[in-house]
Nanobody
Framework: QVQLVESGGDSVQAGGSLRLSCVAS????????VGWFRQAPGKEREGVAC????????WYADSVKGRFTISQDNAKNTVYLQMISLKPEDTAMYYC??????????????????WGQGTQVTVSS
């Protein structure tokens, strides 16, 4: 059974930093896409960052470029999202998701068949 477990969410002030982690069990990140998505209250889910096969392909939403970094540690079966210079508009539930193959549409989440339960990030001004 595939399970993705996120952690690292917290409440921080604007300008602060957080690192989210996503640990997989029953699944290997190799040759699959892993992505971070977020959903704020009253808003649609949006893609934040994706990584394929340890970094062969990486994608970021324009809103987070230069501030967020996605990385992957295959030995630990963990994907990270390092977030710096956080803004109040980054406040959302953050979800980790993974594909069953090499197809993915990162900004919508299409083809991501496995999802975690989410971790809350709150940024206050």
């Amino acid at each position: 059974q595939v399970q993705l477990v996120e952690s690292g969410g917290d409440s921080v002030q604007a300008g602060g930093s957080l690192r989210l982690s996503c640990v997989a069990s029953g699944y290997t990140y190799s040759n699959n896409y892993v992505g971070w998505f977020r959903q704020a209250p009253g808003k649609e889910r949006e893609g934040v960052a994706c990584i394929y096969n340890g970094g062969d392909r990486v994608w970021y939403a324009d809103s987070v470029k230069g501030r967020f970094t996605i990385s992957q540690d295959n030995a630990k079966n963990t994907v990270y999202l390092q977030m710096i210079s956080l803004k109040p508009e980054d406040t959302a539930m953050y979800y980790c998701a993974a594909t069953r193959g090499s197809r993915a549409i990162c900004y919508t989440g299409a083809y991501f068949g496995y999802w975690g339960q989410g971790t809350q990030v709150t940024v206050s001004s």
